[in-house]
């Protein structure tokens, strides 16, 4: 399978943990995007990087977000000092963004994440 | 702003029905559009976008949207649902200020199909 791959699929923690998790991007692609995606809501833009450059984060990102792709290859997402109200599934996905604007984004499968 | 509306939460229809998704946006400038589908269970696939030309696009399984510039809306159709198309479906928007992208896509709350067989 070559598609888009995150790891945990289901993370289960205290409040005042901190989490991370990662994702592998479909091979190749130079774009990765997090997204967060709460019940009954679409995905809702976190931060994307264009390889290792990190160049835009939504207002939703609070200083306890932080993300990483030092190698432009996989990324991870990390959240330090959870809440209650970080329960969510977090996406990625990744693309080929080119010389043609045509850019498509493929998803991975989502990382559930349940604060207690 | 910008912003992506879909007006139907939960649509249930008859195998063999038509159906049609709407999805309004808010914004004047030049977009990319696109539909994705989630299967339960499974993680978001794309079904279908739309770049430039001919607004009319087709996607797989069947689907169909229509860009209405006029209207800010790509709706969403296909002429005859089977039970397998049970999913919950979502339209983004990916706004192109200055000619460029700007990467990060926009969706809307979703809506829910029932296909009872």
């Known amino acids: 399978d070559t598609g888009v791959s995150q790891d945990p699929r289901h993370k289960i923690t205290k409040r005042g943990q901190n989490v991370t998790f990662r994702c592998d991007p479909i091979?190749?692609?130079?774009?990765l995007y997090w997204y967060r995606q709460t019940l009954g809501q679409g995905p809702e833009f976190l931060t994307y990087f264009q390889n290792e450059a990190q160049l835009e984060k939504s207002r939703l990102l609070s200083d306890r977000f932080s993300a990483e792709r030092p190698k432009g290859s996989f990324s991870t997402l990390e959240i330090q000092r959870t809440e209650q109200g970080d329960s969510a599934m977090y996406l990625c996905?990744?693309?080929?963004?080119?010389?043609?604007?045509?850019?498509?984004?493929?998803f991975g499968p989502g990382t559930r994440l349940l604060v207690l | 702003a910008q912003s992506v509306s879909q007006h139907n939460h939960h649509v249930i229809l008859s195998e063999a029905a038509s159906l049609e998704l709407g999805c309004n946006y808010s914004y004047g400038g030049t977009v990319n559009l696109f539909w994705y589908v989630q299967y339960p269970g499974q993680h978001l696939q794309l079904l279908l976008k739309?770049?430039?030309?001919?607004?009319l696009v087709k996607g797989i399984k069947g689907f169909e949207a229509e860009f209405i510039k006029s209207k800010f809306s790509f709706n969403l159709r296909k002429p005859s649902v089977q039970w397998s198309d049970t999913a919950e479906y979502f339209c983004?928007?990916?706004?192109?200020?200055?000619?460029?992208?700007?990467?990060?896509?926009?969706f809307g709350k979703g809506t829910k199909l029932s296909v009872k067989p």
């Open positions: 739309y770049f430039s030309g001919d607004p």
């Open positions: 996905a990744s693309s080929l963004a080119g010389l043609k604007p045509r850019e498509t984004q493929y």
């Open positions: 091979s190749e692609h130079n774009r």
């Open positions: 983004a928007v990916r706004t192109r200020a200055g000619g460029g992208s700007q990467g990060n896509l926009i």
